[in-house]
């Protein structure tokens, strides 16, 4: 976190939605607090996006609470969740002189293109792996923890199997907005006695392309809050590997990482097709 001295308008927007989160702790709230005393902007920024989630929240809670609500009716809630928050950064990013707009053809969608934004995601992933958050799953196979995220995500999770390390745990997690896939590993030390090495996975959603992260087997390697951050994606599914490994030990473990097996498919054929369906229990 910044000094209460210099913080700016532009540092306090990496921080907006984990500060609105409440994940901060009380002497980073003081921080972030000093500065929406002194700035009325920030501080019209901080009220109006806390009102604007309570309203979806509620709305949400009250559409499904103690009903059987269909599964489009959540989805739709979600969505319209994220694209008020997709809304809200492209507002503020629209105000700022150094943003860039362009057009995209195919969807006529506005679009605020920074250079910072790369950078706010590995930000964002170091600083949530820096806090050695507790895990929700211990341990276990890759396939236990793909299938722990099943229903807790609305994006599917894929662990990667990565050569000469431990599978530790994972949880629910955040980056900056995008609800994450936390996995966590420990490569075994090279020398004896030597303590493992941490290394924590985001993965989370990017349909939208909003992301800059190439597919493998090209990987895009950063630096952050004293970590390195490698960045890659799976169609619609970005991963962020934060470590303190360097980079060369970075780009061979992703190389030289296991592909899992394919899951069997359901074969469907005419008899199939023919067969009937019983409703009853």
């Not at 299938?147 to 390390?165: I, T």
Request: a neutral charge.
């Amino acid at each position: 976190m910044p000094s209460t001295s210099t913080m700016t308008c532009q540092e306090l927007e990496k921080f907006l939605y984990p500060y609105l989160d409440g994940e901060f702790q009380p002497e980073e709230r003081l921080e972030v607090e000093a500065h929406l005393s002194r700035c009325p902007a920030c501080a019209q920024r901080v009220h109006e996006e806390a009102r604007m989630q309570q309203a979806l929240r509620r709305a949400a809670r009250e559409a499904v609470e103690g009903t059987r609500a269909p599964a489009s009716l959540r989805a739709g809630l979600r969505e319209g969740l994220r694209r008020e928050q997709r809304r809200t950064r492209q507002w503020q990013w629209a105000r700022a002189s150094a943003a860039a707009l362009v057009v995209v053809a195919s969807g006529g969608v506005w679009m605020a293109l920074q250079p910072e934004q790369h950078q706010r995601f590995m930000e964002d992933a170091a600083r949530r792996h820096a806090r050695k958050l507790p895990v929700e799953i211990a341990g276990g196979s890759h396939e236990n923890v793909e299938a722990w995220f099943d229903g807790k995500l609305d994006h599917r999770v894929q662990v990667p199997r990565l050569p000469n390390v431990r599978l530790s745990g994972a949880r629910i997690s955040n980056v900056t907005d995008r609800p994450a896939a936390y996995i966590s590993y420990e490569r075994t030390p090279e020398a004896e006695g030597a303590p493992a090495r941490r290394i924590g996975l985001f993965v989370f959603d990017d349909s939208h392309r909003e992301v800059e992260a190439p597919p493998l087997p090209s990987v895009q390697v950063g630096s952050s809050l004293g970590y390195n951050v490698a960045v890659w994606r799976d169609q619609e599914i970005v991963y962020e590997l934060v470590t303190d490994l360097d980079e060369t030990d970075i780009r061979r473990m992703l190389a030289e990482q296991k592909l899992p097996a394919p899951r069997p498919s359901r074969p469907v054929g005419p008899d199939v097709r023919a067969m009937p369906v019983s409703l009853e229990h």
